[in-house]
């Protein structure tokens, strides 16, 4: 839950359950101007992060899970990734 609110306001978006819904993961819709299309991979290369991303109703979906071996800072490592790539695609 902390992870998803985290990286919701960081994008300025919205989680796409509630914290009633929620066991180990959460969805977080991207903001705009990031594109879903290479998003995954551009993580993997360019910042060593592992996401699952996907589309669903016309928008774009980050999937993160909470694992023994994340951090709370691994999820603004993700955050700040995700702005840099909107930034340099505007």
Known sequence: WAAGRLLAEA???????SAAWLGAMASVRLPAGVESEGLRQSLREQDGIEAVVHRFADAGWVRVSAQVYNELGDYHAL???ILRLR???S
């Open 87 to 89: 930034w340099r695609n």
């Open 11 to 17: 994008f300025g978006t919205e989680l796409a359950a």
């Open 79 to 81: 955050a700040d990734a």
